[in-house]
Nanobody, 118 residues
Framework: QVQFVESGGGLVQPGGSLRLSCVASGYIFMNYNMAWYRQVPGKQRERVATIILGGSTNYVDSVKGRFTISRDDAKKTAYLQMVSLKPEDTAVYYC????????????WGQGTQVTVSS
C-alpha cells in the first residue's frame, strides 16, 4: 500500500515561485531515497531532483539553481521548492522513492499540475 500524495501545484507567472509537497505512506520513509519527476502530455516522465539518505541532492541541468529538494522524515514528506519558474517547467509533477541506485517505477500518485504562464 505504498502511496504518494502530491500537492501544492497551481498557476503561476514566469519568474514566480511554488513549493510542492509529497506525503508518503505505506513504507518506512526514512529508509528510502526520494525524487521528484515531471511529465508533459505525450512525453516520458523526467526525473528532475533527487535526495538520498545522506542528504546529498542532484538536479537535472534544466532546473539546477532554481529547484531545491528536501525531506522531513518526521512528517514523511518530501518537498520541491521552485523559484524563477519558466513556461518550460509546466508539467504534472510526481514524487517517488528509491533504494540504493534503483528508482521505483511503481505506485505513482496522481501528481500535481504546475502551469507557468503569463
Amino acid at each position: 500500500q505504498v502511496q504518494f500524495v502530491e500537492s501544492g501545484g497551481g498557476l503561476v507567472q514566469p519568474g514566480g515561485s511554488l513549493r510542492l509537497s509529497c506525503v508518503a505512506s505505506g513504507y518506512i520513509f526514512m529508509n528510502y531515497n526520494m525524487a521528484w519527476y515531471r511529465q508533459v502530455p505525450g512525453k516520458q516522465r523526467e526525473r528532475v531532483a533527487t535526495i538520498i539518505l545522506g542528504g546529498s541532492t542532484n538536479y537535472v541541468d534544466s532546473v539546477k539553481g532554481r529547484f531545491t529538494i528536501s525531506r522531513d522524515d518526521a512528517k514523511k514528506t518530501a518537498y520541491l521548492q521552485m523559484v524563477s519558474l519558466k513556461p518550460e517547467d509546466t508539467a504534472v509533477y510526481y514524487c517517488n522513492r528509491g533504494y540504493g541506485s534503483v528508482w521505483s517505477d511503481a505506485n505513482w500518485g496522481q501528481g500535481t499540475q504546475v502551469t507557468v504562464s503569463s
